[in-house]
């Protein structure tokens, strides 16, 4: 540390970069000394203190003090006169010899005359987070800086650069912050001017979304130019998770560098017709900046906004870092990536209350059984209450309160990649509450880490026979309220047995999230030894190896039974006359009347007894299960009736596609003792946690079933009451204001009103056929934000990319299904495209060829059910229903993900 002269104990000019305080400099300049110590580099530079500025500032405090005592910050031209006098008193101060010597001294000792540098103002408040750049109060552009300065010009730019601390902006931006117009100090860093070729502005998190992906802004010469906005510039995006690369080229007509004539300062040059339209930065050079940015953030720990420049001989000069600022009070992040399988399109209040209350009883056990402390969970009440959401009249997942809850657990940074990837997010998400958590020392978080991590290998090691008692359960659970109607029983009475049962799943669920917590983790693990072992060169391999264990799992096992009946009707030439005659509806009423097989008809009634609620977007309070509406059944048998599916065909092709890939396996692994054990016992796992997971969708079916028959019953009350015109209505209210007209809670009568203004937003909504945004992030009220997509951008090419889950390369007529209730039959030849599925799309994908949806990931509903069924299937196509037209003659290869449209539709 070297100063000059000066009055106290701290210094004036500070050189040594590794002892550059904060407290003198700010965090601004501080930073740049961290990252000069870290190996990154940073062009010299020196500091002038905060003390040097008061030592200058002190004869004026009382007549800058005067200045501002009056502005009225209501009237621009105010606030332009204050600074404008502001920058007068300090243009006229004259330094003292000594205080010009001390910035000379210290000019010449760190530069040669000739060098060319940059003057940077830095404001420090009275505490550091109201200083510039801090994580609080940023100051973005709020100080001057001046480029290109010769030795001459040096003092005068230090006598701006001080009186920068009160530009209009400034003081606007204080004023707007209820800051102390006078609580700060201005240090000035004197740096060496860089002439950057090429320079950029990296965000190592999307500072609009918060998504973690790197954008990058890159122009043509100085940075000036980019943080200005004087130059045009290309902007990258680089996903967090899969590293690819979405670019927004411009053309780029200027380039801002020194100006040639006078030697100093900047000057706008067109750029060379070889630069006008050519990306800024390389592929290699995006790169280096994607590793720079994450070193960058690492030394930080928080995202970063990073500037910096490419000199002509290739390397990187960071010129600043500071933290990307969000307010995480105002800040929600919403998805509907995954959510969408089980709730797709619009819905209903009920839907979404229901559903509501379905996520807070089970997440609260769920973190209960992860070890979470019981203060925790009961301080987390209100993260809990808010993990889904209702925008434009669609359900969305709130990342901010998932990320928030899930963090309680010291150990979610280790599971946190996969379980993203499960979720099929295509992005990560930089979100912290509002509310932070109890701090707690380093010996009591050590220990929290330590007991979760035991706890959660106790779980673990009981999990299989956990999950064995928790289908024992909710057997004995169920089974007495499997086809129960509540005809006639008394209101209360039935709502106290729909409390009866929750309090139960309040108790118990929570295992099937601990399943999805495992699931993930294990098959991530199985990938990388996949990849280790050189057998991810086989993209199919790992699924392929999935099938032939669905003996147990209970979707299978529905389709089974009704391919069963489809193979009775074909074997029963009385029963093959009368599917081909009649339709659903007739068919039905036929079986009602005793007028088919008995043994058929009981056959019928056995199936929708066992699996009545299984159906098309069956978790939907609005939507009739197979149960309520059996002509689903029905023309799903109808439609197997008519091809040569058996359930031995089913069981012959899984098990022969099981093992081509086991020969596969012993292949790749060759004469390895241990690795086909290893491998044998990841795999068998991961089979087990698949129909854990799987077969306790159906009970979670089952579960909203009997709660739909619930509410169908007191709707029908209500409706005979005259409290509702028709029983439908109680869709259109949510749970608590359909108990409250029952339990004397709710606060108005008027229940047929609610439901009448909610039927008609959702008339207009479904009117006004919207796009929904898979993520938003909104900022303030959350209907003071877009909640919709924008319009898709024209493609060009015919390629489309997904995620391969299920492998097998197929040719057909693309079926765009956007509501299942309206499909009977898909045709021949039919490959279904869809947003996303659930499991009461079952019997449609049994009918089709291919299967391409836009949501999903690798252990997705959809994409276990394609294995399950030997049916290629490509997840997470972006925009695939807007993109593929419905008739187009399309190619899928499920094994690569890839989508090739080879016709228009006819």
Not at 278 to 292: Q, T
Not at 401 to 411: A, E, G, Q, T, V
Not at 789 to 814: F, T, Y
Not at 869 to 882: D, F, K, N, Q, Y
Request: hydrophobic fraction near 40%.
């Amino acid at each position: 540390m070297t100063t000059a002269t000066r009055v106290g104990t701290r210094p004036h000019v500070v050189f040594d970069r590794e002892r550059l305080d904060a407290r003198l400099v700010g965090g601004k300049l501080a930073r740049l000394a961290v990252m000069a110590t870290r190996d990154l580099t940073v062009p010299r530079f020196f500091c002038l203190t905060i003390d040097f500025f008061e030592e200058v500032f002190a004869p004026l405090r009382e007549t800058v003090t005067d200045r501002l005592a009056n502005v009225c910050f209501d009237e621009p031209a105010a606030v332009r006169r204050a600074a404008a006098n502001v920058a007068a008193l300090f243009e006229a101060i004259e330094l003292t010899p000594g205080q010009r010597g001390e910035i000379l001294a210290a000019f010449d000792a760190e530069f040669s005359s000739e060098t060319l540098v940059s003057v940077r103002a830095s404001t420090v408040g009275r505490r550091l987070e109201e200083s510039e750049d801090s994580g609080d109060n940023p100051f973005a552009g709020m100080s001057d800086s001046f480029l290109c300065v010769p030795r001459e010009q040096v003092i005068d730019r230090v006598k701006q650069a001080w009186a920068s601390g009160w530009s209009e902006k400034a003081l606007l931006y204080r004023h707007a912050h209820d800051l102390d117009l006078l609580g700060f100090g201005v240090a000035v860093a004197i740096q060496e001017m860089v002439l950057g070729e090429k320079s950029f502005v990296l965000f190592t998190c999307n500072p609009r979304t918060a998504a973690r992906e790197m954008v990058v802004v890159a122009g043509w010469g100085t940075g000036e130019g980019v943080v200005q906005e004087k130059v045009a510039v290309d902007h990258y995006f680089v996903n967090g998770s899969t590293h690819q690369v979405r670019a927004q080229i411009a053309r780029k007509d200027e380039r801002l560098t020194i100006d040639r004539a006078r030697g100093h300062d900047l000057a706008l040059y067109p750029t060379a017709d070889s630069q006008r339209d050519a990306p800024c930065l390389s592929e290699d050079e995006l790169a280096r900046l994607v590793e720079l940015g994450q070193k960058v953030e690492a030394i930080f720990g928080a995202p970063q906004d990073i500037e910096g420049t490419f000199t002509p001989d290739g390397r990187v000069h960071l010129l600043q870092s500071r933290p990307i600022v969000f307010d995480y009070r105002r800040m929600r992040v919403w998805t509907n990536a995954n959510v969408s399988e089980s709730f797709p399109g619009l819905t209903t209040p009920l839907t979404y209350s229901f559903a509501r209350n379905f996520y807070r009883v089970i997440f609260r056990d769920g973190y209960r059984r992860l070890g979470i402390e019981p203060r925790d969970l009961q301080d987390s009440e209100d993260w809990l209450d808010r993990m889904l959401g209702f925008l434009d009249g669609r359900i969305y997942y709130c990342l901010t309160s998932f990320y928030y809850m899930h963090s309680r657990s010291p150990l979610f940074p280790l599971l946190r990649a996969h379980w993203e990837k499960m979720m099929g997010f295509r992005l990560s998400y930089q979100t912290q509450p509002g509310t932070k958590p109890r701090v707690r020392s380093w010996w009591r978080q050590a220990a929290n880490a330590a007991v979760a991590a035991a706890t959660v290998a106790y779980r673990y090691a009981r999990h299989e026979h956990d999950m064995r008692a928790f289908h024992a359960w909710w057997e004995a659970l169920v089974a007495p309220l499997r086809g129960r109607s509540f005809a006639g029983e008394d209101p209360l009475a039935v709502i106290g047995e729909f409390r009866r049962v929750w309090r139960e799943v309040g108790n118990h669920w929570g295992i099937t999230l601990l399943n999805d917590t495992y699931l993930p983790f294990v098959y991530g693990l199985t990938e990388q030894v996949f990849k280790r072992w050189g057998l991810a060169d086989d993209p199919a391999l790992l699924s392929d190896l999935l099938c032939g264990d669905d003996e147990d799992l209970r979707s299978v096992q529905i389709i089974h039974s009704a391919v069963r009946l489809a193979e009775a009707v074909r074997g029963d030439a009385g029963l093959r006359a009368a599917f081909v005659s009649h339709g659903p509806d007739e068919l039905w009423l036929l079986l009602e009347r005793g007028e088919l097989d008995p043994d058929f008809r009981a056959a019928v009634q056995r199936h929708l007894h066992s699996y009545g609620d299984r159906g098309l977007q069956e978790l939907k309070m609005e939507q009739p299960n197979v149960r309520h509406a059996p002509r689903v059944l029905l023309a799903s048998v109808q439609g197997y009736a008519q091809s040569e599916l058996s359930v031995d065909a089913l069981r012959a092709s899984e098990r022969a596609v099981r093992a081509a890939a086991e020969e596969r396996l012993a292949h790749g692994l060759g004469s390895s003792w241990a690795r086909p054990r290893i491998i044998r016992q990841l795999l068998t796992t991961l089979r087990g946690l698949i129909r854990h997971r799987e077969n306790s969708r159906y009970c979670r079916s089952e579960l909203f079933g009997f709660s739909k028959t619930v509410f169908r019953h007191l709707g029908s009350y209500l409706a005979v009451r005259g409290v509702l015109r028709d029983p439908s209505e109680v869709f259109y209210l949510t749970q608590d204001e359909v108990f409250g007209w029952f339990e004397g809670t709710g606060v108005t009568d008027q229940l047929h009103v609610l439901a009448d203004l909610r039927r008609r937003e959702m008339d207009n909504r479904q009117q006004a056929r919207a796009a929904a945004a898979l993520e938003v992030t909104t900022v303030g009220p959350v209907h003071d934000n877009q909640l919709t997509a924008p319009e898709a951008a024209a493609v060009p090419n015919d390629l489309l990319a997904g995620l391969g889950s299920s492998a097998g390369r197929v040719r057909g007529r693309a079926r765009v299904v956007l509501d299942p209730n309206t499909v009977d039959e898909l045709g021949e030849h039919a490959i279904l495209v869809a947003r996303e599925t659930d499991p009461g799309w079952l019997f449609l994908m049994l009918a089709t060829r291919g299967i391409v949806v836009e949501r999903g990931s690798m252990l997705s509903h959809t994409a276990i059910t394609g294995r399950k069924l030997g049916i290629p299937t490509v997840v997470g196509v972006p925009e695939a229903t807007s993109r593929i037209p419905d008739g187009a003659w399309i190619e899928i290869d499920g094994a690569s993900g890839t989508v090739r449209l080879l016709e228009a539709a006819a």
